[in-house]
């Protein structure tokens, strides 16, 4: 194939958003904290053997062909931003190691580690390796750019560099050979050919332009009534700096599925109802009156098999029920009627990137600097593998995900199923420093979910009323997940 008829791999307008949104103080950057068992591959001394893991990892790597890929920069008449393979790439340039300083938290290590800067000139990723953490573990934190991978393919690309068995081999996958040159006169071909596919496709939807344009105004109408709605004014930050902190909630995930079809509500459902708990938790701590208020978080959901997110929903979070029940209610209620409308073909705010390309960055740059006042929080929650995964011979133990900080919204969390346990990791602002009340907050309304939800007669008038402090953790002396009283007994 010669230079000028390459089939290019053009930037998504969804990629080209994840570039627009972010800042040099929010970086558009996900990750995952992986935590192993270091015993398999402990060395001389008992130490861990890290060139061995990074020569396990580079050659992995090799597995995943979008993370020897970095993005061309065009020039104007070019079209949009191309993937290219690196020549240059080196997969152990992208692996580093490190140790766990004494007393650290691994996660509170991390936070501010997972904003450093990823060169744009090379593949977007890294990977570092850390040794030293409590209870003979490793950790791997693995960092990629949203432009590589949202959630779910990031999921599928951490998959690929560990194995399904302990046992498992490494196929030596040869890197892939260098193509034609890109030149100036392939990429302006290339454009123009795909200005042309553009322009045909509008010409064979002209009969179907009436219901597009019925479609559309539905679409706007929805969308408009979302970015019209304010969010309230918290005691959190109204500015992100380049500081993080990060706090993590952890619980079972058959006991909360189970607890949530008890009352015909998803997983998505209780994490929400969970987070409310969490926020209401904070802020009560904060001193700060909750009464009949609704904090907006915006979720992303329906993602397509090509690791498209198909919309984003904007939803309140009632914050100020008293009622745990109520709350979980409401949310189930709310994230039913959205996903209609959303079946319906009804818009959101993900709607700016069916615009033209112009109009798509100009409503992003307004959504970085506006977003904060209709929005609180992010909220996140990716399927991860029910079965444990393995690092040649190392069985992977845990895994924190990590969501971005975006548009100065101080709070983005996300939650990672992984071998029947869901992990919920708090990224905050670095001046939100009571996080782990929030976390806390979640992990314990979590197991009130799963607790009062599978077992209705617990809050049955036919039985001696019970009264739950959700917040009475077993750290402060209970023996149980979570705490429960006789009225009137302690």
């Not at 999921?155 to 046992?167: C, N, Y």
């Not at 990224?427 to 979640?442: K, M, P, Y």
Request: proline share 8%; net charge positive.
């Amino acid at each position: 194939m010669s230079g000028d008829d390459l089939e290019l791999h053009w930037l998504r307008l969804a990629d080209l958003a994840n570039l627009w949104a972010e800042s040099s103080d929010a970086p558009s950057h996900i990750a995952l904290l992986g935590e192993f068992d270091a015993a398999p591959l402990r060395g001389v001394a008992c130490r861990l053997d890290v060139e061995r893991v990074r020569a396990d990892l580079a050659r992995r790597v090799r597995r995943a062909p979008e993370l020897g890929r970095r993005i061309h920069w065009t020039r104007s008449g070019e079209g949009r931003p191309v993937w290219v393979s690196d020549p240059a790439f080196d997969p152990l340039d992208h692996i580093g190691a490190t140790t766990l300083p004494t007393g650290a938290d691994s996660a509170a290590w991390s936070a501010d580690r997972i904003v450093r800067r990823l060169d744009p000139a090379r593949p977007l990723w890294r990977i570092e390796i850390v040794d030293a953490l409590p209870d003979g573990r490793f950790g791997l934190l693995i960092v990629l750019h949203h432009v590589v991978a949202d959630g779910l393919t990031g999921v599928a690309i951490v998959g690929r560099l560990l194995d399904a068995f302990p046992d498992a081999t490494v196929d030596a996958t040869p890197a892939p050979s260098a193509g034609p040159a890109l030149t100036h006169r392939a990429l302006v071909t290339d454009a123009r050919r795909t200005r042309r596919r553009a322009v045909a496709a509008a010409l064979r939807g002209v009969p179907r332009l009436p219901a597009a344009l019925r479609r559309t105004a539905r679409q706007v109408r929805d969308a408009a009534g979302d970015i019209r709605e304010t969010a309230p004014a918290t005691s959190l930050p109204r500015r992100v700096g380049t500081g993080r902190r990060l706090a993590v909630a952890r619980f079972p995930l058959a006991e909360l599925r189970a607890g949530g079809r008890a009352v015909g509500a998803t997983v998505n459902d209780v994490l929400l109802s969970a987070v409310s708990t969490g926020l209401r938790e904070l802020l009560l701590a904060r001193g700060k009156s909750v009464d009949g208020l609704t904090l907006r978080a915006s979720m992303p959901v329906g993602a397509t098999g090509a690791g498209q997110t198909a919309a984003m929903l904007l939803l309140g979070l009632p914050v100020g029920d008293p009622d745990p029940r109520q709350r979980l209610v409401t949310i189930t209620a709310t994230t039913t009627r959205l996903k209609a409308r959303q079946r319906a073909g009804g818009g959101d705010v993900f709607d700016v990137l069916h615009l033209p390309e112009p109009l798509a960055r100009a409503a992003v740059r307004w959504m970085r600097r506006h977003a904060a006042r209709h929005i609180n929080l992010f909220v996140t929650n990716v399927p991860g593998p029910p079965q444990p995964l393995w690092l040649a011979g190392a069985r992977l133990l845990e895994a924190l995900p990590v969501a971005p900080l975006a548009a100065d919204i101080p709070v983005a969390i996300a939650a990672l199923s992984y071998a029947g346990t869901l992990t919920v990791a708090v990224n905050a602002n670095a001046g939100v420093s009571d996080i782990d009340v929030l976390a806390e907050g979640i992990e314990c309304a979590l197991a009130w979910s799963a607790e009062v939800t599978g077992h209705p007669e617990l809050t049955s008038p036919s039985r001696p009323a019970r009264t739950f402090d959700p917040f009475r953790s077993p750290r402060q002396g209970g023996s149980s997940r979570v705490g429960w009283t006789e009225r009137g007994q302690q």
